[in-house]
């Protein structure tokens, strides 16, 4: 059996309500002819990309209490294969205003016990084991209550089961993920700066670091850097990709698309500078429409078409 799963986890995963609201001004009163919402969180995100690029997914995580209900619902309703992992407790709701090619996003954190975590490490594991599987996708926060190593543990249990898991979070987490050394990291340049305490003021900074963190361990570093594109470096390997210049509808979730298109390449075969090109360009038209991952696949081409990616010498 061929590994061709992509295993999309959100820890924190969310009802996201996104509405477009040209005249958003706090406190002005704004009246829309509707709004969009669907199941949120960065692996969820990543989940409906990965389809609309041809690749088969499925979702796991964390739900609990009524919106944590409505995500499943929804999920299963728009034919998503799931494992869900239950907690007792509410599943967070956030909201997305769309405005000006800019999004203002409020978001709830979530709340667990350790014992919830632990109870999704083991789910993730058993699945992880299965002969399907290309790789597993840790995508976003971890909500509050999780234990201060649980990203390390977690990253330490896969690496000893051999699977390929990509990581792509932020703040304590991702710097408690880099310890461990994963298989691979997709972040953008303000969270690995973050994370690694430094201040990254220009490209040659991000490829220094990216270059570092991969001879400390790490197999594959993808950065982001959003409208510019984003940089891959893995042993022996640095590229870049460039999009073509949109006037952007909403940016929420480019970065997911880009991790969705990139990881999809590299599961039917594509090489890392192929699959680089591939995922900004997901990323890229993911930007022209709102709501997160809900572009046509014939824009995508479009896109695809015009981004470029090369190899970096020294």
């Known amino acids: 059996m061929k590994r061709k799963t992509i295993v999309c986890v959100t820890p924190n995963a969310a009802l996201d309500r996104t509405l477009v609201v040209p005249d958003f001004a706090i406190g002005h009163i704004s009246r829309i002819p ?3 919402a669907a199941p949120g969180g960065k692996g969820l995100n990543v989940l409906r990309a990965v389809r609309i690029l041809g690749g088969q997914s499925l979702a796991m995580g964390l739900l609990g209490g009524y919106t944590g209900e409505t995500v499943a619902a929804m999920v299963e309703a728009d034919g998503y294969p799931s494992e869900w992992t239950g907690f007792d407790g509410e599943t967070r709701a956030c909201t997305i205003i769309a405005s000006g090619g800019a999004s203002t996003v409020i978001n709830e954190s979530g709340r667990i016990a350790p014992e919830d975590w632990a109870a999704l490490a083991d789910d993730i594991c058993r699945v992880a084991a299965r002969p399907d599987v290309y790789a597993i996708c840790l995508c ?3 909500p509050e209550g999780a234990p201060s190593d649980a990203p390390a ?4 249990r896969v690496n000893r089961m051999g699977a390929q898991l990509w990581v792509d979070s932020s703040k304590g987490p991702l710097k408690n993920a880099l310890a461990a050394k994963p298989y691979a990291i997709k972040v953008n340049r303000d969270e690995i700066a973050e994370a690694a305490g430094v201040s990254l003021r220009t490209r040659a900074e991000v490829l220094d670091l990216a270059r570092g963190l991969v001879d400390d361990g790490i197999g594959i570093v993808v950065i982001s850097l959003g409208a510019e594109g984003a940089f891959l470096v893995a042993d022996g390997l640095a590229a870049q990709a460039t999009p073509p210049v949109i006037e952007p509808v909403d940016p929420v979730a480019s970065g997911d698309c880009l991790h969705a298109g990139l990881i999809t390449a590299l599961a ?18 993911n930007a022209l429409y709102a709501g997160g991952a809900q572009f ?3 824009h995508f081409l479009e896109i695809l078409n015009q981004t470029r990616a090369k190899i970096l010498t020294a």
């Open 34 to 36: 509707n709004a969009i």
């Open 140 to 142: 976003g926060s971890l």
């Open 153 to 156: 543990e977690f990253v330490a």
């Open 268 to 285: 039917d075969g594509a090489d890392p500078v192929e699959a680089l090109r591939r995922g900004v360009a997901a990323g890229t038209v």
């Open 296 to 298: 046509p696949y014939a």
